[in-house]
């Protein structure tokens, strides 16, 4: 035997091979036969577990993993992977800690929430938006001065351009009297949604006490009865006459 | 030496980690880790156009342990300007020999951080949800009570509990040396209730209570309420009471005060009843509205007489008249025509003697003379309004059906739950589109100049409805009063193709007016003169 093949003999391999074992065939058992579909799925899940099991056995025998090991390297990647995990602690302790601080915020904003809930219905009261409406010169409309018209093409645009060429401060009583020039247009040019005017005093309540507002409105001049103000308050600054028409008192 | 000091150590070692191993780690257990409960956020109530009529607002329940506390004088001291409770109260409880009280409940959750942050030992919060209701009187009745659980107690509070109430949840917090929270978990995440829209307009329903108020201050009456209600579909948009009561303050109020009399409230209806006989006759084809009938001053039923309210002679009135002028034996006259069986047979189908499914709890059914149980005398009080008992609840409804054309809708309050709006409820047909239509045109006359209610106009809107003044059973002598009252008017505009529907009811009215049409309809002409053109209702 040649020295070259003696060695050949004698060298112990690096890696024992390992030869895969043969996956045994499923037993037959009693009972009624299941479906083949079934079988083939479950004998190829235990082929690919046992494929895999062989393949990490081959790895931690690696020879590149086995001189890694050996080597000052490892200290490195074991000081590395310390390094982070406790990195990977504080960020987690910091997330919570951020939680935390989240969860205190949503309480906070719950709370601001709710006092601005609160708030804001308290500001929508309709006695409010009126004296405020008062304060502005605007005026409650009586039911008997209330016009309704018909809106009709191009009013949009004509009820933008009053609404822009009017300065929102601008009580309604200091409007021109429009209502005069655009009353008789509106009932010419459509003829219809233009209902009586009534010229009658009474609020028509018969002798219960009518709304302080609304005998304030009774008062107006008849040139202010077309500016249709919401009885809520949420009056309109802009004269119906303007709008062409197009006002009406919704809610 | 070394070697005894390792064993000592180990000792030690050994002593802390076996035997007090459990304790120790039980007790690091409980000074890291706390098991809040997380309170879930009740749904909110809001009106047709989403003003915020209930809120919740994070509280806290402050309680003390008074056997922690080592001066209560200090403490109390301390704690009444941030509670703005008196030192003397706060005192009482703090000396109390107990190991728990409540120092205060619901506390805003500000007031009750400044507390906590005195860090009195023994005073501990809980947290919870307070109840707040931004406007204050405004239909506290209808929105109900929430209890100190946070448990709705009455009114759309209770009736939508399982809805607005929520999921109260649970949160472990893992804090460290210094309280920091280092881990949170929640087994149990919170779930809030689902918000509820309502039908009611936040504007009319002021509005309706303004009147009422206007009215009690008039009339002294014991009591009143109005329903204000969208005929077509059965929509409440007002539903008010008076006396008025705090939604935020429930205590402060009487139980009276807080009861919703729109469905708790059986009464006698009078007059307002006789639409009843009158629309059932005319759907039976035995009267028109032009038919005349010779009507005397008193009709002898059984051992009963009857009068109208005004002495006459022999009239010949029509249906339409009968109806206008509110004549009780015209009225009488039109029930003997229909017979017993067919008019209760109408009064059931006018959904009388059974609730009508309005979403609020506790809703009365009313009483009505079973068939069998009818005298010689019933058809001579029962189609005038009188041996039945109603709500204004049902009256609202049965007057409704005449405005829609005949079908009679159940009344609703929840438009919408958590955004998604609620089936309509659906309506049954009682009259023929036809009938309800010339019973509406009779009611016009109701308000004409020879009506009892002819002194209510509004410019523009032609209205329709009935007055109605019920006599009140005296329990003393059980027998009708001659001095208590309930005066009631229920109208719907416009009479053409009704919009809005009003219906008021006033108990026991005084200051020398009694009738319907002196108390009740200037009150309807009043809420309907806001409400129609606030909902851009055009007269027609």
Do not use: C
């Not at chain 1, 058992?29 to 004998?43: E, F, H, K, L």
């Not at chain 2, 008193?298 to 009968?322: K, M, N, P, W």
Request: charged share 20%; hydrophobic share 40%; net charge negative.
């Amino acid at each position: 035997m040649s020295p070259a093949a003696a060695s050949r003999v004698q060298a112990p391999p690096l890696a024992p091979r390992r030869r895969p074992r043969a996956v045994p065939a499923p037993r037959r058992v009693s009972g009624p036969a299941r479906p083949a579909a079934r079988d083939q799925a479950q004998s190829g899940l235990v082929v690919g577990l046992l494929g895999l099991a062989g393949r990490l056995d081959a790895l931690a025998s690696h020879r590149v993993l086995d001189r890694l090991i050996r080597s000052r390297v490892w200290i490195g990647i074991v000081a590395f992977a310390l390094i982070g995990i406790v990195t990977l602690q504080l960020g987690l302790l910091r997330l919570n800690s951020g939680i935390g601080r989240a969860l205190e915020r949503e309480g906070a904003l719950q709370r601001e929430n709710a006092a601005l809930s609160v708030e804001n219905s308290e500001l929508s009261l309709g006695s409010r938006v009126e004296s405020q409406a008062e304060q502005l010169g605007m005026r409650l409309s009586s039911v008997a001065g209330l016009q309704f018209l018909s809106a009709r093409k191009g009013d949009v645009s004509r009820a933008a351009t009053a609404l822009s060429a009017t300065p929102a401060h601008e009580p309604v009583s200091e409007a021109p009297a429009t209502s005069e020039a655009a009353a008789p247009s509106t009932s010419g040019e459509s003829g219809e949604g233009h209902t009586e005017s009534s010229e009658s005093e009474a609020s028509g309540t018969g002798g219960g006490e009518a709304p302080p507002a609304a005998s304030e409105a009774e008062a107006a001049p008849k040139s202010e009865e077309t500016a249709t103000a919401a009885p809520t308050g949420e009056t309109s600054a802009v004269p119906a006459g303007e709008g062409g028409g197009a006002a009406a008192p919704a809610g | 030496m070394l070697f005894l000091l390792l064993l000592l150590a180990g000792f030690r070692t050994a002593y802390l980690g076996v035997f007090r191993g459990s304790a120790l780690r039980q007790l690091a257990s409980e000074q890291q880790t706390t098991n809040e409960t997380v309170t879930a956020q009740r749904g909110t109530i809001s009106d047709r156009n989403g003003v915020q009529l209930a809120v919740s607002e994070p509280a806290r329940d402050l309680a003390a342990d008074p056997y922690l506390l080592r001066d209560p004088l200090s403490a109390a001291q301390r704690l009444a300007p941030v509670l703005g409770m008196p030192q003397n109260v706060l005192l009482r409880k703090l000396s109390q020999r107990a190991g728990f009280v409540y120092l205060q409940r619901a506390v805003p959750a500000r007031q009750a951080e400044a507390a906590l942050a005195l860090k009195i030992p023994g005073v501990t919060g809980t947290p919870v949800m307070k109840r707040v209701y931004p406007r204050g009187t405004l239909a506290a009745q209808v929105l109900g009570q929430v209890g100190t659980e946070g448990q709705g107690l009455s009114g759309i509070e209770l009736d939508n509990e399982k809805l607005l109430h929520g999921r109260t949840g649970e949160r472990r917090v893992v804090s460290d040396a210094i309280g920091q929270p280092v881990s949170i978990s929640e087994p149990h995440a919170e779930v809030p209730g689902e918000s509820v829209q309502l039908t009611l307009d936040a504007n009319i329903q002021q509005r309706t209570e303004d009147v009422l108020s206007a009215v009690a201050q008039q009339f002294s009456p014991k009591d009143a309420t109005a329903i204000v209600m969208d005929p077509n579909t059965g929509a409440i948009l007002a539903a008010a009471n008076w006396p008025q009561a705090n939604a935020n303050d429930p205590g402060a109020s009487s139980p009276e005060a807080l009861r919703d009399r729109a469905v708790n409230f059986p009464y006698e209806p009078g007059s307002t009843f006789k639409v009843v006989a009158v629309s059932g006759a005319l759907q039976e084809g035995l009267i028109t509205p032009e038919s005349g009938f010779s009507v005397p001053g008193q009709i002898q039923v059984a051992d009963r007489t009857i009068h109208d309210d005004t002495e006459h002679g022999v009239e010949s009135l029509t249906t339409s008249q009968i109806l206008a002028r509110s004549s009780n034996v015209g009225a009488i006259e039109i029930g003997k025509l229909e017979g017993a069986s067919r008019f209760n047979e109408w009064v059931h189908r006018f959904g009388f003697g059974a609730p009508t499914g309005v979403d609020l709890p506790g809703e009365e059914a009313g009483v009505t003379l079973a068939l069998d149980r009818y005298s010689g005398s019933s058809m001579g009080n029962l189609p005038i309004g009188q041996g039945e008992l109603v709500t204004p609840m049902q009256m609202a409804a049965a007057y409704s059906a005449i405005a829609d054309g005949g079908v009679l809708r159940p009344p609703h309050l929840v438009s919408s739950v958590g955004g998604k709006t609620q089936p309509l409820p659906r309506g049954r047909r009682i009259l023929s589109p036809k009938t309800a239509a010339e019973v509406r045109q009779m009611l016009e006359g109701v308000l004409g100049p020879e009506g009892t209610a002819s002194e209510v106009s509004i410019p523009g809107y032609q209205l329709a409805g009935k007055t109605g003044t019920a006599s009140k059973v005296d329990p003393e002598t059980g027998e009708y009063s001659k001095t208590k009252y309930v005066a009631s008017f229920i109208g719907f505009a416009p009479a053409k193709d009704p919009r809005l529907l009003t219906a008021i009811v006033v108990d026991e009215p005084q200051n020398g007016s009694i009738f319907g049409g002196t108390v009740a309809a200037p009150a309807f002409g009043q809420i309907m003169s806001f409400a129609l053109p606030y909902l851009g209702i055009q007269p027609h």
